[in-house]
């Protein structure tokens, strides 16, 4: 015989709240889910952006150091006649690129690359060919 608790409209009722609660169980997982991965979500961003500034203020020092050979390449070599003007003409550049470095870092650097390649698209895929051939070439040996 059926037990009259047991009637088919408190077994749906009982179904329905189940699935309630399930639903709500599922939404509330999903929140802490989505506040999880968002959570990860800074966390990385920020390990990003501190390995980049890191990068950058290494780039900033080797440019000092740039700075500093081509100050020592001034004053270590001849400053008249013709080497003097070309060992001067070199320190000076020398200078000047650890000055653009410094200044640059590698975040402005690569700013830099990527406007040359979009300006000059078929001879940075021809150098990069190129540096590619060499490099595979280089492995084999």
């Known amino acids: 015989m059926s037990n009259p608790a047991m009637t088919p409209s408190v077994t749906e009722k009982e179904w329905t709240q189940a ?8 939404a509330s997982a999903g929140e802490v889910a989505s506040h999880a991965a968002s959570a990860v ?3 990385a961003s920020q390990a990003v952006g501190d390995v980049g500034r ?7 020092r080797a440019g000092v150091g740039i700075q500093e050979l081509g100050d020592e390449l001034g004053r270590n070599t ?3 006649g013709l080497l003097g003007s070309a060992s001067q003409a070199v320190a000076r550049t020398v200078r000047e690129r650890g000055e653009y470095v410094e200044s640059a870092k ?6 830099d690359v990527a ?5 000059n698209p078929i001879p940075a895929v021809l150098i990069a060919l190129g540096v590619g051939w060499f490099v595979g070439r280089s492995l084999r040996k």
Do not use: F, W, Y
């Not at 590698?106 to 700013?111: A, E, I, K, N």
């Open 19 to 26: 699935a309630g609660k399930a639903r709500d169980a599922a």
């Open 41 to 43: 979500g800074a966390m």
């Open 54 to 60: 890191r990068a950058d203020n290494l780039t900033a």
């Open 78 to 80: 001849p400053h008249t």
């Open 106 to 111: 590698l975040s402005g650097m690569t700013d």
């Open 115 to 119: 406007h040359v390649i979009r300006r």
